[in-house]
């Protein structure tokens, strides 16, 4: 698992391997991630979008930007916890 807090929030990353398959004739490898994000600010906070740099066993980089997170923009207040998988 992998966290970082920044201004009081603090995000966990937990990946796991779930396996490799073929796609046109080359080989991808499938991997699970929950990610866990905890407010230990003195403030309310929402997610609004994310923004994630994933990188491989290569070093190459992909990037993810999108809206909210599984199609939810949560508000976290103090001491709160939200939680997602995909």
């Known amino acids: 698992m992998v966290s970082q807090i920044t201004r009081g929030i603090k995000i966990?990353?937990?990946t796991s391997f779930e396996g490799a398959y073929f796609k046109n004739h080359k080989?991808?490898?499938a991997?699970?991630?929950h990610i866990t994000i905890e407010n230990h600010s003195?403030?309310?906070v929402q997610l609004t979008?994310?923004?994630?740099e994933i990188f491989d066993s290569l070093n190459d980089?992909?990037?993810v930007d999108g809206e909210g997170v599984i199609g939810k923009k949560?508000?976290?207040k103090p001491g709160e916890t939200h939680t997602y998988s995909s």
């Open 61 to 63: 980089m992909e990037t």
């Open 42 to 44: 003195k403030d309310s």
């Open 31 to 33: 991997f699970h991630y």
């Open 49 to 52: 979008s994310r923004h994630w």
């Open 74 to 76: 949560p508000v976290l």
């Open 27 to 29: 080989i991808h490898y």
């Open 12 to 14: 966990s990353v937990a």
